[in-house]
């Protein structure tokens, strides 16, 4: 079945550095590339899609100049979350839309947590 | 504005019985359903899905129910093994968009 690989999965950084996460669609082309965001009992919550070839579309909310996207090919979108905040520690995990099955196909998620 | 829902943060059953995990959703635009299993520090990992023109989907021991008049669906489990325990979300996506839709999750525990 489809997978989507997701790295780091789990990284601790400082205050004011920039983390880059990186989701790849292994055996399968992803033109869109939904990241989520879920903090601790909360549900996952979207942060924004990314499009391979034009801009992403951020939600309501969401900082697009601190949490940069980038979907640089079929099979690669990143996301950057720069100068990093102790608030921004958080579960952050991407989704590929469905494929055989009907199942949105979820990367294994990345734990950041700012020190 | 938390359009699925979740009410029952956890729930325990013991081995061999049936398990009842419920979602409400409050947006009639949804017209996919799907639920996912979600072990700490790991992605949902996809369990059943139904569409709104049904009202019933079965796969092994998992069942969905979708009652769209009262915009509720659930799942059921039988019979519940230790394995299943796990957080589980139900989800949603509205028609002519991709995104989903998560509730809060429910933590089930089945008691060997």
């Known amino acids: 079945g489809a997978v989507v690989s997701q790295h780091p999965s789990r990284v601790i950084c400082k205050s004011g550095t920039s983390v880059k996460i990186e989701c790849r669609s292994l055996d399968f082309q992803a033109t869109t590339m939904f990241w989520y965001r879920q903090f601790p009992k909360q549900s996952l919550m979207l942060m924004a899609t990314s499009n391979e070839g034009s801009k992403a579309t951020y939600e309501q909310g969401v900082e697009k100049d601190k949490f940069l996207i980038n979907h640089a090919s079929l099979t690669l979108s990143t996301l950057t979350v720069t100068s990093a905040h102790p608030e921004d520690s958080s579960f952050y995990i991407c989704?590929?839309?469905?494929?055989?099955?009907?199942?949105?196909?979820f990367g294994s998620g990345t734990r950041l947590t700012v020190v | 504005d938390q359009q699925v829902k979740q009410n029952s943060p956890s729930l325990s059953v013991q081995e061999g019985r049936i398990s009842i995990l419920n979602c409400d959703y409050t947006n009639s635009m949804f017209d996919y359903f799907l639920w996912y299993k979600k072990y700490p520090a790991e992605g949902p990992t996809f369990l059943i899905s139904i569409s709104s023109i049904k009202d019933k989907n079965e796969d092994g021991r998992f069942t969905v129910f979708l009652n769209k008049s009262a915009k509720h669906l659930s799942l059921h489990i039988v019979p519940s093994q230790p394995g299943d325990s796990a957080v589980y979300f139900c989800?949603?996506?509205?028609?002519?968009?991709?995104?989903?839709?998560f509730g809060t999750g429910t933590r089930l525990t089945v008691i060997p």
């Open positions: 989704s590929a839309p469905p494929g055989q099955g009907g199942g949105y196909t």
């Open positions: 989800a949603a996506k509205r028609t002519g968009a991709n995104n989903l839709f």
